[in-house]
Each structure stands twice: as C-alpha cells, then as structure tokens.
C-alpha cells in the first residue's frame, strides 16, 4: 500500500509539477528578469474556444495568427481589437464549435499546433495534431494536406515547424509514434521515446527523418542564418541542437546533433526566434523538488498509468488552480538564460506554450487559457 502512495503522489508532482517550493530562480547570465505587474499586462480572450498555442504574422506584419482547440485558426485584427476566423483544418465541422469540451473531439475538428507562413508564396504551414502537415492560401479557408498518405510511419502527433525562408523547406515534429495529443500526459509518465524531428521539402515532396527516438520533441526554431536547428524534448527538460551545415558540427555532437540547453527551470513547451537575438522557449511548468526525484525514477510513471485514474482530466482540473508557467529567452551561442518572463500574483499563467516577439511586444500564448497575452517590453 505504501509503495502504491508513494508511486500516486510522485507521479502527480511529475504531470503537474505543482509550485517550486525552494525560493530558487532559474539561473542567468544576464540582461534582466521581466516580472508581469498590472496594468503593464494585457489578456486578450479568444472568442469560442481557448488554448492559443503558437503565433505567426503574416508577409505584411499583420496577425498575429493562432489556432484553437476548436481547430479554428483566428487572424487579429489590431486596428479592430477583435479575432476573425481565418481556416480551419478539417471540412468536418459538425459539432466542433460552441460550448463543450474540446479536447473531446479535438481528434475530429482538429488541434492546430505550430504555425508558420511561407513568406514566399503567402502559403500558411499548419502542424495540426491529428491531421498532419496542411497548408492553406494568403486567403484562409481550408486547409489541405501536404504530405502524402502512404509515409512509412503516419504522422500521429504532429507539433511544431518552421520554415526555411530561402529554400522553403519545412522542419517539423511529430511528438509522439504512440500516443496522440488527447493522451500526452501518458507520453510524459511512460518516457515514450518515439518522437521524431522531420523535413519537408515542397519542391521534391520527399520527406526525411532527421532526428529520432526522442522524449517527447515539441518546438523546432531555426538559426538565424539557417545553419542550425534547435529542437525541444520536452520530457528531458532540454534542447537539442542539430546542425544542417556539416562543416559546423562540432567535437560534441553526434550524428550530426549535440545539447544546447539543458536542466531548464520546467518542461520546455515551443522555441522562437527573438529579434533582439537567442531564443525565446516557453516553460509549460516549473519544476519543483519532487518533479525532479520523480523524472529521476521514470518506473513511477509506468506504474501509475497502470492505475485506474483518468490522468488527463486530473491534469486538467489541477492546472487551473496552480499555474506556474514561465519563459527564458536563451542566448544564441550557448544557450545561457538571459531573460525570464514570469507573471506574479494575479498575473501569474496556468502555462505557457510560447513567447512570440514582434516590435516590442511579448504575445504569449498557452494551451490551457482562454485568452493571449500581451506584454509590451
């Protein structure tokens, strides 16, 4: 009976990674620590349905642009104040919308995850987790499928992409070969390690595997000079960068990859590019002392899945009420913390998926609420 608590309550600290109780910030090496106060921070709601996870503007500047857990994809109109639907990504729209619980039949409607435009053609680049890699014009409406159907191994989580401006080749995840977004908790308690990191090229149509067997992988960013990925395992709290310049890797890396950031303050979620240079990586959860005994005894989360407990709905009603999501912007050579955003009091985020930077202002987005934030630097 001992044993059985013992392998509940870790196991929850591990999903929930409820507050670190040790007094001890992340360690940085620099500029500033940016703490959320009113009024400097703005919540925008999103109309019908909740969980902005990622923000791309268009060609033009204008957006930004975010998906829902509805599977709508919603433009903001800033001269308006106000979101307009913009795609969706499935014509099977029977159902999706209104009030209810979406995470139901998100399998169905859609979860659009990362987001990316194609600057050249207009084109808008969808990791949507159920229906794969889509696309859809300057225009909106639906989204179509870009891979072909007969891959070796089908797409079952895909998450996050960018794109290479010059080439227009499409760099992506897919987070899980298990399970599916409606059970990622059981992809973090398991230690599944069937994620991958990918490549579309759209002038071949080939797609290539580069990276596998990883922990949950999550946000991709690409270099600024287009010579390195950084790719996120969110389940090993680190970032991985791999180089696509082969002249550029280094004694440390293997097969063409090494470690760029690693013992991150909480579960990496989504990685951007910050104009002002690094990384900006949003941290769905801090980590607290028995997070860290838990990931460090990776048979407690086996055992608990085994357990008859629906571990998606308690995750679910206990990050409402303890939120303690952050985000680090990193440095672009080594990774180094440079700058921590972390709401307070009543500023402070169930979680928070992602950082987007754009003319001196933070868009913040997270899975779990129904509004974007705005924090203007």
Known sequence: MMKLLLVVATSVALIFSVTDLSGEGPKHGGESMLTVQIPDFRLIPTTG??????????????GPYTGLSDGRIVKWLANESRWIDFAVTTSAREGCEG??????????????????????????YIADAYMGLLKVGPTGGVATQVLPRELNEALRFTN???INPRTGVVYFTDSSSVYQRRNYIGAMMSGDKTGRLMKY?????QVTTLLSNLAFVNGVALSQNGD????????????LRYWLNETSVTSQSHDNYEIFAEGLPGFPDNIKRSPRGGFWVGLNTKHSKLTKFAMSNAW?????LGLPVDWMKVHSVWARYNGNGMAVRLSEDSGV???????????KWISI?????????????????????????
């Open 353 to 377: 998926s992602e950082v987007e930077e754009k003319d001196g202002t933070l868009w913040v987005g997270s899975v779990n609420t129904p509004f974007a934030g705005m924090y203007k630097i």
């Open 201 to 205: 090229d759209p002038n071949t149509k």
């Open 228 to 239: 390195y990925l950084l790719v996120v395992e969110t389940a090993m709290c680190r970032i």
């Open 99 to 124: 009030p209810h619980e979406h995470q139901r039949t998100e399998h169905v409607c859609g979860r659009p995850l990362g987001l990316a435009f194609d600057k050249s053609t207009g084109d808008l």
């Open 49 to 62: 349905a909740l969980g902005p996870e990622s923000f791309v503007f268009d060609f033009f500047g204008d």
């Open 300 to 304: 407690l989360g086996r055992a608990a």
């Open 160 to 162: 996050s992409l960018d």
């Open 337 to 347: 913390i440079l700058e921590v955003f972390e709401g307070k009091n009543e500023n």
